[in-house]
């Protein structure tokens, strides 16, 4: 389903849909539903700036946000011209281990051609992009309140929500709720008041704190306008991230995990670079000027709410997306794209009811088709979070039988990539989430041979997941 900024006849005119949250998932679902359903109401607590700029109910925004090549395409697909138009607002494409540098074994890797890019922009400059695309469908209502609850019929089918508005709480009636709501769960009490019991629930403790900045850049061409990840693999638990974005910006982020200290000041954000391994993002930034606050976050825990393995069916007319589904350790840039792929999968299930169901039974077949195909990108990127968080003796949590094998099978892969750009091209459409976790275990019997390292275990540990934080 291709959903266009113009405006267009929605396929139910006479039904009503409501999300819960404008953040990244939010928008970008209020455009799949605004394909089928006559008014879509897109709620949030704080308005959307007229600029680029910061929102406090997206803390996270101040950080390197990179969008993974799976989430570029839903985007261009939903809103065709996308990635033109963000170029035009100063995104930089660049491609994995070529324009997106990694570190790693004591050497900055070679550049290879993997055919996968990724999107380096702030998170405000991306989220205002998309708001324009949004906010010119005319379906799609803004709605300044916050929602304290969900409304049901006897039956339990949700009926709308309530929403308090200037210290008055009102009632929006709607026929499907989308909670976008984000890392909050507001959403788990909301359904607990209607009796529903949660679903089975993954939690991992990576324990991550990243501090950010911008600073400018005099770098304009030639290979040192890149993304440069020096990223901390185990035993590791400090990094960084240097990314150019849009108005000739760098946007540096320092990371440490379980006890190491976070820098608080500038002096301490410099001295945590140059202690790196590697001088590289330091020398990059000498000369350079800091031109906004440091900023910090810290990421405890996440988790996986598993709706679509839940005894007890959602009601009818609730539909989770995003962070309400599942969140993810930030140093793998996942969030965004799997959140893009989850709103991919509401047009897939959206397409399939409304060709099988009539307007007024719609309601109980759209969960089942939904759920399926929403958990599979979040339970591929919270696999691939596992798979690298449990070589660290400090993180706690229970990796499942699956993420142990997948820690395998990535040790396994990225041995034999070593001079092979094929199996480096399988590797990066695996985690940019373009194919099945699968198609690791692809068996290529091409011998080693001249000119190619043969894999042993001091190979096997050096690898890089993702590009950025997200």
């Known amino acids: 389903m291709s959903v266009s900024p113009a405006n267009h006849?929605?396929?139910?005119?006479?039904?009503?849909?409501?999300?819960?949250?404008?953040?990244?998932?939010?928008?970008?679902?209020?455009?799949?539903?605004a394909r089928v359903f006559g008014t879509v109401w897109l709620i949030d607590r704080?308005?959307?700036?007229?600029?680029?700029?910061?929102?406090?109910?997206i803390p996270q925004a101040a950080h390197v946000h990179a969008l993974l090549q799976s989430g570029q395409?839903?985007?261009?697909?939903?809103?065709?011209?996308?990635?033109?138009?963000?170029?035009?607002?100063?995104?930089?494409?660049?491609?994995?281990?070529?324009?997106?540098?990694?570190?790693?074994?004591?050497?900055?890797?070679?550049?290879?051609?993997?055919?996968?890019?990724?999107?380096?922009?702030?998170?405000?400059?991306?989220d205002h992009l998309i708001r324009q695309q949004v906010v010119s469908i005319s379906v799609i209502r803004p709605l300044l309140g916050r929602v304290t609850g969900l409304l049901a019929d006897d039956a339990g089918a949700i009926t709308g929500l309530r929403l308090l508005q200037d210290g008055a709480e009102q009632e929006l009636a709607a026929d499907l709720v989308v909670d976008a709501a984000g890392r909050a769960e507001?959403?788990?009490?909301?359904?607990?008041?209607?009796?529903?019991?949660?679903?089975?629930?993954?939690?991992?403790?990576?324990?991550?704190?990243?501090?950010?900045?911008?600073?400018?850049?005099?770098?304009?061409?030639?290979?040192?306008?890149?993304?440069?990840?020096?990223?901390?693999?185990?035993?590791?638990?400090?990094?960084?991230?240097?990314?150019?974005?849009?108005?000739?910006?760098?946007?540096?982020?320092?990371?440490?995990?379980?006890?190491?200290?976070?820098?608080?000041?500038?002096?301490?954000?410099?001295?945590?670079?140059d202690e790196l391994p590697d001088d590289k993002i330091s020398g990059l930034l000498a000369e350079e000027t800091l031109t906004s606050e440091l900023k910090s976050y810290r990421i405890a825990s996440v988790r996986f709410n598993r709706f679509d393995q839940a005894k007890q069916p959602l009601p009818q007319g609730y539909l989770p997306i995003g962070d309400r589904i599942a969140t993810f350790n930030p140093l793998y840039g996942q969030g965004m794209s799997v959140a893009a792929l989850q709103c991919q999968a509401l047009a897939d299930a959206l397409m399939q009811v409304t060709t099988n169901c009539a307007s007024n039974d719609w309601r109980a077949a759209l969960a089942p088709a939904y759920l399926p195909r929403a958990?599979?990108?979040?339970?591929?990127?919270?696999?691939?979070?596992?798979?690298?968080?449990?070589?660290?003796?400090?993180?706690?949590?229970?990796?499942?039988?699956?993420?142990?094998?997948?820690?395998?099978?990535?040790?396994?892969?990225?041995?034999?990539?070593?001079?092979?750009?094929?199996?480096?091209?399988?590797?990066?459409?695996?985690?940019?989430?373009?194919?099945?976790?699968?198609?690791?275990?692809?068996?290529?019997?091409?011998?080693?041979?001249?000119?190619?390292?043969?894999?042993?275990?001091?190979?096997?540990?050096?690898?890089?997941?993702?590009?950025?934080?997200?």
Not at 10 to 31: C, E, H, L
Not at 46 to 57: F, Q
Not at 116 to 126: E, W
Request: aromatic letters at 8%; glycine letters at 8%; charged letters at 20%.
């Open 9 to 33: 006849s929605p396929r139910w005119p006479d039904q009503t849909a409501a999300v819960i949250g404008s953040g990244f998932a939010g928008m970008v679902a209020a455009a799949v539903l």
């Open 46 to 57: 704080e308005g959307h700036p007229d600029l680029p700029a910061l929102r406090k109910t």
């Open 73 to 126: 395409n839903v985007l261009e697909n939903l809103f065709p011209g996308f990635e033109r138009r963000a170029i035009a607002q100063g995104s930089l494409p660049l491609k994995v281990r070529s324009g997106w540098r990694s570190y790693s074994a004591g050497r900055w890797l070679p550049p290879v051609e993997t055919g996968v890019q990724v999107l380096s922009q702030t998170r405000p400059a991306l």
């Open 186 to 273: 507001q959403g788990a009490g909301w359904l607990a008041a209607l009796g529903y019991v949660a679903p089975p629930v993954e939690i991992g403790y990576p324990e991550v704190r990243y501090v950010s900045g911008l600073f400018s850049r005099r770098v304009e061409t030639g290979d040192d306008l890149a993304g440069w990840l020096n990223f901390a693999t185990a035993p590791m638990t400090r990094g960084a991230v240097l990314a150019p974005v849009e108005n000739g910006r760098w946007m540096a982020t320092a990371t440490c995990r379980f006890d190491t200290q976070a820098p608080a000041t500038l002096a301490e954000f410099l001295s945590f670079l």
């Open 375 to 470: 958990a599979a990108p979040a339970e591929a990127a919270w696999l691939i979070g596992q798979a690298n968080d449990m070589e660290y003796p400090a993180y706690r949590g229970q990796p499942s039988a699956a993420a142990i094998a997948l820690n395998k099978d990535l040790r396994r892969a990225f041995a034999t990539s070593i001079g092979r750009a094929d199996r480096m091209r399988c590797i990066d459409r695996v985690l940019h989430l373009l194919e099945p976790l699968s198609h690791l275990t692809t068996r290529d019997s091409r011998p080693v041979g001249p000119g190619l390292h043969q894999p042993n275990e001091k190979t096997t540990h050096t690898r890089q997941i993702t590009p950025a934080l997200n």
